[in-house]
Nanobody, 124 residues
Framework: QVQLVESGGGLVQAGGSLRLSCAASGRTFSRNAMGWFRQAPGKEREFVSTIGWSGGIIYYADSVKGRFTVSRQSAENTVFLQMNSLKPEDTAVYYC?????????????????WGQGTQVTVSS
């Protein structure tokens, strides 16, 4: 059974940092593109970042560019999202997702596997 498990969320003050992790089990995702999405209350799930299988292709949403950094350790089947200079508007449930291909994607409909999410709350 394929599982993606996020961790690292929590409560932080504005300007602070958090590092999210996503551990995959059940199969290897070393050749799959991975992504991070987030969903705030009352809003649709939105794209945050995506990383290709080799880590050589990365995209960020404009709202997080320059503040968030995505990375992966394929040998450990793990993806990370380093979040710096956090703002209250970054408050959301953050989801890790995996595509069924090695091509990066910005649309949540392109992702076949999802984690359960981890809450990030940024206080002002």
């Amino acid at each position: 059974q394929v599982q993606l498990v996020e961790s690292g969320g929590g409560l932080v003050q504005a300007g602070g940092s958090l590092r999210l992790s996503c551990a995959a089990s059940g199969r290897t995702f070393s050749r799959n593109a991975m992504g991070w999405f987030r969903q705030a209350p009352g809003k649709e799930r939105e794209f945050v970042s995506t990383i290709g299988w080799s880590g050589g292709i990365i995209y960020y949403a404009d709202s997080v560019k320059g503040r968030f950094t995505v990375s992966r350790q394929s040998a450990e089947n793990t993806v990370f999202l380093q979040m710096n200079s956090l703002k209250p508007e970054d408050t959301a449930v953050y989801y890790c997702a995996a595509r069924a291909s090695e091509v990066v994607g910005l649309d949540r409909r392109e992702y076949a596997y999802w984690g359960q999410g981890t809450q990030v709350t940024v206080s002002s």
